[in-house]
């Protein structure tokens, strides 16, 4: 029984990789902020790293997290969306501080759409949405734009030989036999098939 209460279990991995539509020369600094989903209504916080509103754009900045618990909490954040935040921080010091970031641009991905994509892989660009047209110079101008890639990978299964060998020393605690687990790998592979298929 703790076998699947530590069953469901995902890697989800949140790439930032550039941008494209920003006309905002300064002297800051842009960076994106992710809010993901972690259940009971908060939200894990993170940050890019910084780069410059004049330089090429790019971050290829990449975070992975082990989302783990049970089914029921594992589908509540695989229900939710990640946000993502265009921000720009100004790094030129008042008095010796400097002061916070400043909303760009926010767009929303949900997870739902990366499990029903190809691989459960979605490679996007996300138009940022500002709340405020203050930031916008021309109204012709297009929207700032982020390239995401977003990624759901079940746990990497130890290799067979290991397995055969856990379970051979482990055969009389489930009823196997001749070494061979055969309940045991036919439940795992239908849990994560059920767990999958529930998103």
Not at 38 to 58: F, M, W
């Amino acid at each position: 029984m703790d076998s699947f209460q530590q069953l469901p279990s995902l890697c989800c991995e949140i790439q930032i990789i550039k941008a494209k539509n920003i006309d905002f020369k300064s002297t800051g600094q842009l960076f994106v902020r992710s809010y993901i989903s972690a259940g009971n209504n908060s939200k894990i916080r993170i940050n890019s790293k910084e780069i410059s509103p004049n330089s090429d754009l790019i971050w290829n900045d990449s975070t992975s997290l082990d989302c783990s618990g049970s089914l029921d909490s594992v589908d509540k954040v695989m229900q939710g969306n990640v946000v993502f935040e265009l921000q720009w921080r100004n790094t030129a010091s008042i008095l010796g501080r400097i002061d916070g970031s400043q909303l760009l641009g926010r767009a929303e991905v949900p997870w739902k759409s990366v499990f029903e994509s190809l691989n459960m892989e979605l490679e996007k660009w996300v138009v940022m949405i500002s709340k405020s047209r203050r930031h916008v110079h021309d109204e012709d101008a297009k929207p700032p734009m982020v390239q995401i890639l977003m990624k759901i990978r079940a746990p990497v299964a130890p290799n067979t030989a290991e397995r055969r060998r856990t379970r051979s020393a482990k055969w009389n605690e489930c009823g196997c036999e001749d070494g061979v687990c055969k309940s045991c790998a036919d439940y795992d592979i239908f849990a994560i098939g059920a767990a999958l298929e529930g998103f």
